[in-house]
């Protein structure tokens, strides 16, 4: 087993906006689109462990207090999250439900593990498969935009559902909360430099 020959030990660096290879170890402005060029992101880690927590705070108001309150005819009803799962299910929309599960409780949970799981790799310097670490980063970046989903069906809820005294949806703390989440999420998966991965593993060929 020997040290992989990755682009940075033959003096390469790559440009994060237009692809280009640099020859160089140190920060440099690409030629190519002028943009500022770098080994590696600058406090990647410790960025990205700031922002995890971070969500991993909200997470919990999120799932716990209303994501929004439903009043009809003068009678107000408060869901949660789990709630209002649990309501589609019972109003014989189980597809609905399945959807909202899995983008607003399921999707947020498995990028912070996935992160988290990244960030103890390039901790610890596991000498595993890089490219299943790599497609694992891959997957969390590409799911990020889905996450809004329960955000988009409660502003249109709010738009279309308001009838005055009659029938009103607000939005609840949870929401804004929720909306956090998925913010620092996406932030988190931005900061991490998937390069890191790399740093430490060994040629298995």
Known sequence: MKPLNTAQKQGFIRCHDCGNLIKSTTEALCPVCGHSVTARKPHSVKQTIALIISALCLYIPANIFPIMSVTQLGVAKTHTIVGGIAAL?????????????????LVPLMKLLGLSLLLLCVHYQWQTNARLFTRLYRVIAFVGRWSMLDIFIISILV????????????????????????VLTMFAAKSFDPRLIWDHQLSYE
Request: hydrophobic share 70%; charged share 5%.
């Open 159 to 182: 738009a279309l559902v308001d009838l005055g005294g009659v029938a009103q949806v607000i939005a609840g703390s949870a929401a804004t909360a929720f909306a956090a989440v998925v």
């Open 89 to 105: 299910i019972h109003s014989d929309m189980v597809p609905i439900a399945l959807l909202v599960l899995v983008a607003s409780i």
